[in-house]
């Protein structure tokens, strides 16, 4: 079976597939958009922070003064009246004394004789003298050198308690280990 179409509706299909072509070709297909861009790269990670700094040391600085005084239990060693032979109690601070200048040896000391108010000028300047060096002999004789050990004697003449009585007077019957050199910090 054929169809005829009649000359009109021809003619009309026609018009209508030119108007439809015409129209499509007054509006371009529209271009696509272009592709968005690429995310920016993220900045790198900042670098990790910087180790926090080791603790500050507490306590002295070890071979300075402060850190002999701390490790020997002291600079004074004490005597009874009129004596000069090294007291049991003085003992474990002169072998304090003198382990500590065997870890640090070129540290220096003067050891500095003391006597109470009690007796002549003279008379206190000879014990104060006995007295510094038995604190040098019992320092030489635990493994410091004699060479690194002045002596000197104060005698009554440098009182560290200035009070009267025998609680005033056994603080001024002293043998006293003053570093003089070669300490860290001084």
């Known amino acids: 079976m054929t169809l005829k179409i009649s000359s009109t509706v021809r003619l ?8 439809s072509i015409a129209a499509c ?12 861009p690429p995310p920016p790269e993220a900045p790198p990670p900042p670098p990790p922070p ?6 500050a040391p507490t306590g002295p600085v070890p071979g300075s003064v402060q850190d002999f005084l701390l490790k020997s239990g002291g600079d004074r060693v004490y005597f009874d009246y ?6 049991s109690d003085a003992a474990p601070i002169l072998d304090a004394q003198a382990a500590w200048l065997d870890r640090y040896p070129a540290v220096k ?16 300047f000879a014990l104060g003298s ?8 019992y320092l030489v004789a635990h493994g410091v050198a004699a060479s690194r050990i002045s002596t000197v004697s104060y005698g009554k003449e440098r009182p560290i308690d200035p009070g ?3 609680e005033h007077w056994s603080h001024n019957r002293n043998g006293h280990t003053a570093i003089t050199d070669g300490a860290v910090g001084g």
């Open 164 to 166: 009267e009585g025998e």
């Open 109 to 124: 000391v003067r050891i500095e004789g003391n006597a109470d108010e009690r007796g002549t000028r003279e008379y206190n």
């Open 25 to 36: 070709a007054s509006h371009p297909k529209p271009t696509p958009a272009p592709p968005p």
């Open 12 to 19: 009309a299909l026609i018009a209508s597939a030119t108007l």
């Open 130 to 137: 006995r007295r510094a060096n038995a604190v040098r002999d």
């Open 82 to 87: 009129d004596k000069f032979d090294i007291r």
């Open 50 to 55: 910087p180790p926090p700094p080791p603790p």
